[in-house]
């Protein structure tokens, strides 16, 4: 999955999603340790898919941080 596939879905999409990847992790983990993964590059796959929707989570909350302080100084000015 592409970051800008990600950053076109809600949050709760991505959320749902980022569950979604943690319960493939686990079951490829599983697979692996029963010697019944064949393809190891999988697991790699899934992490880095993992890794960008945390990251563009945490990019909506951070600019959501900055738009709220972004107005307290507005107001108190």
Do not use: C, P, S
Not at 10 to 37: K, M, P, S, V
Not at 45 to 66: C, G, N
């Amino acid at each position: 999955m592409h970051a800008r596939e990600i950053r076109a879905m809600t949050t709760e999409e991505i959320e749902a999603h980022l569950d979604e990847a943690y319960q493939r992790l686990f079951r490829l983990r599983f697979d692996w340790a029963a010697g019944q993964l064949r393809d190891n590059n999988q697991i790699r796959a899934v992490k880095r898919d993992i890794a960008r929707m945390k990251t563009i989570l945490r990019e909506r909350e951070l600019a959501a941080m900055m738009a709220a302080w972004q107005e307290d100084e507005g107001e108190e000015a």
